[in-house]
């Protein structure tokens, strides 16, 4: 959805685990794997600092942990406009590739729909703190997603 928003909005969009995997040489889950999730949680606060550090408008997708740092969550505030993509733990489960969880590292060894719920759980609180707006995907095509990110943007207030 993000490289979609980020054509309508005429700017360069990027995503934080694609561009940590890009750096490290390496896929999250390995970095998960061979240094555990603190590690990635550095690198992913590095990425962040840096994608928000240059001049200009970007779309950044980032993941759902992001949030899980105060210092994150402060950057966001002050650089950004944030928009909480709401789902349903099934629905999202249902979103994700053919591989499945097994390129999730917080979702292995149990069903994905219950992991998703649980790491809701556990973030709603930073999610509803850090965003200025929030947009239900549940059933919209990618496409529709961005359109109405796109309209919420655009809306007085924001």
């Known amino acids: 959805m993000a490289p979609i928003l980020a054509r309508r909005l005429g ?11 890009r750096r490290a ?6 970095i998960f794997e061979d240094e555990g999730e603190e590690r990635f949680r550095d690198l992913e606060s590095i990425a962040l600092a840096e994608a928000l550090g240059g001049e200009g408008s970007l779309v ?22 944030v928009v909480w993509l709401g789902v349903d733990p099934g629905e999202a489960a249902k979103r994700l590739p053919t591989s499945g969880a097994g390129e999730r590292p917080l979702l292995s060894g149990g069903a994905p729909a219950e992991g998703l719920r649980a790491l809701l759980e556990l973030r709603r609180g930073a999610y509803a703190a850090a965003a200025d707006a929030t947009v239900d995907t ?10 109405r990110v796109l309209a919420r943007l655009r809306a007085p207030g924001l």
């Open 138 to 147: 549940d059933g919209l095509a990618p496409e529709e997603v961005a359109e």
């Open 11 to 21: 700017c360069p969009g990027a995503d934080l685990d694609r561009e940590i995997e």
């Open 25 to 30: 040489g390496r896929a999250v889950r390995a």
């Open 60 to 81: 950044l997708a980032c993941g759902g942990g992001i949030l899980g740092r105060a210092a994150n969550r402060d950057l966001l505030k002050s650089r950004a406009r």
